[in-house]
């Protein structure tokens, strides 16, 4: 099985990775979501802390000190699982019920590209996905 | 201004179509109205009516997100995104194309199921078109198609 992470890793120059891994994320993450859209669309009113603040944080603290501490404790497949599981249930009560999708598919490709990228990579294709999701 | 120049210079770079033995010089604009119109009749007839935009209000349901704004991200997104990155994933231009198809196919069930279908189609046909001429091509063609079922 071919990691996607090491396909977008390859790429050049440099800012091509977060844009790929975004992008990425938002071609499996959209198809889910329109799933559990049931003919409705959803508009985000806190567009501030939807495209620039909230994956600064999110990134801080769902990757840098949660998955480090559950992978820590639980080993690297129970901690990737939980960490995802719980960014799933905080996506769903933060932002409604449809984006537990991007929950799911953020949760394990970031989750995976912090380990090859490191965390600057990661905001940065976040803030990417957060803006084009924002526009759809 | 330099990406001005640079979207002239693309806009005005004749495709090379070979139909029925005869090669066509043809603009990527036109050739996207033309492939627009062709998928638009593809889906009235698999919808067996002519189909009509289900968005109108806001914003991110709006007629200019409808015509300009929703074609571009999508085609960033499943074609020039999606089919680069799945290639060397699948280590086939076929699956690939198939697979950024369905996705494009299940990110339309919210205007209807059958929509599932007429997404596989449409992002097979954009499929192809991308791997032959492009990214301009399927924007163009999505945007027709758009507009065609606005206007419609």
């Known amino acids: 099985m071919i990691n996607p992470i090491d396909i977008i890793a390859t790429l050049e120059p440099w800012w091509m990775v977060p844009i790929a891994l975004a992008l990425l994320s938002l071609g499996i993450a959209i198809p889910i979501r329109a799933i559990m859209y049931q003919g409705n669309f959803i508009i985000l009113r806190k567009r501030t802390w939807f495209v620039v603040i909230g994956p600064i944080v999110e990134e801080i603290f769902f990757r840098l000190f949660l998955l480090m501490f559950l992978i820590g404790t639980f080993g690297l497949i129970p901690g990737l699982l939980g960490s995802a599981i719980l960014y799933m249930i905080y996506m769903g009560l933060v932002y409604g019920p449809p984006f537990t999708a991007d929950g799911l598919v953020m949760g394990v490709l970031f989750s995976l590209a912090f380990f090859e990228l490191g965390l600057p990579i990661v905001i940065m294709a976040h803030i990417i996905y957060s803006a084009v999701s924002s526009v759809w | ?152």
């Open chain 2, 1 to 152: 201004m330099d990406i001005l120049v640079e979207l002239e210079q693309i806009l005005s770079k004749y495709a090379e179509v070979t139909l029925l033995g005869h090669t066509f010089n043809i603009l990527p604009i036109e050739l996207g109205a033309v492939l627009g119109i062709i998928t638009f009749v593809i889906s009235c007839f698999l919808m067996s009516q002519i189909i009509i935009s289900p968005m109108s209000g806001g914003w991110r349901t709006g007629a200019f997100h409808t015509i300009v704004t929703g074609p571009i991200i999508e085609e960033i997104v499943f074609r020039f995104a999606l089919i680069t990155l799945l290639i060397p994933f699948f280590n086939s231009t076929i699956i690939a194309i198939a697979a950024s198809a369905l996705l494009f196919g299940i990110a339309h069930i919210p205007y209807g199921g059958l929509k599932l279908a007429d997404g596989l189609i449409f992002g097979i046909i954009m499929g192809f078109a991308f791997m032959q001429f492009g990214i301009v091509v399927p924007i163009f063609a999505h945007i027709t198609h758009n507009l065609l079922s606005e206007i419609g």
